[in-house]
Structure formats: C-alpha cells, structure tokens
C-alpha cells in the first residue's frame, strides 16, 4: 500500500446528494453506490460539487453512468456549484457542455 487515503463525504441533501473531498479510483465505488441507490428512487439527481477538491477520470465515468441511467428513466443529472477542480476535468475532457450545471450560491460561501 502506497500511504495515500482518498477520502470523499456523500451527504444527502434536498433534490440530491452533496459531494465533499475527493473523487478517484479509490472513492468512485462507493459514490457511484450512491448514486445508484439514490437514482432506484428517482430520476432526477443533482449533486453538489462545490467541495470537490479532486477528481480523476473515475469520477468522470460515475457522472457519465448517472447521467445515462438518469436520461433512460426519463430524468436528468444536474451538477450544481462546481469546484475548480471538477470544472478543469470537465474541461481537459471536453466533456464541459455535456452536463446540465447550475451555480447555487446559497449552498455554498463564496471563494476568496
């Protein structure tokens, strides 16, 4: 074992889940459980990103699998307050008009 702990808090909030810590090889399990159990109740998911302070290409094939099961339910994902980090990987991946993103300001203090 390398040492390195990857940790990520999956807090249920209204209309979703909020997201906090890191999103990788480590921690995309159990956020894409989450997500599944999550969406066997509804189709409709918005996740919070506003404290993701990592994210690799794991995390990105969760988003890419909710928003699919989502979308055959007849529902849709929708990522709010994104973080830096998660906006560069959405960038670096060309994947940034993909998802439907809303900026909440009131879920979240505002950056310095």
């Given at each position: 074992m390398d040492g390195v702990v990857s940790e990520l808090t999956i807090t249920p909030v209204s209309g979703g889940l909020s997201l906090s810590g890191?999103?990788?090889?480590?921690?995309a399990p159990e956020l894409?459980?989450?997500?599944?159990?999550?969406?066997t109740?509804?189709?409709?998911?918005?996740?919070?990103?506003a404290n993701v302070t990592?994210?690799?290409?794991s995390g990105l094939r969760v988003?890419?699998?909710?928003?699919?099961t989502a979308r055959d339910d007849g529902g849709d994902l929708v990522?709010?307050?994104?973080?830096?980090?998660?906006?560069?990987v959405l960038r670096l991946?060309?994947?940034?008009?993909e998802f439907e993103v809303v900026d909440e300001p009131g879920d979240?203090?505002?950056s310095a």
């Open positions: 890191e999103i990788d090889g480590r921690t894409k459980a989450s997500v599944t159990r999550y969406l109740s509804s189709s409709e998911l918005r996740l919070d990103m990592f994210m690799d290409s988003l890419l699998a909710a928003r699919m990522l709010s307050n994104l973080s830096t980090a998660v906006v560069r991946s060309k994947l940034d008009g979240h203090p505002p």
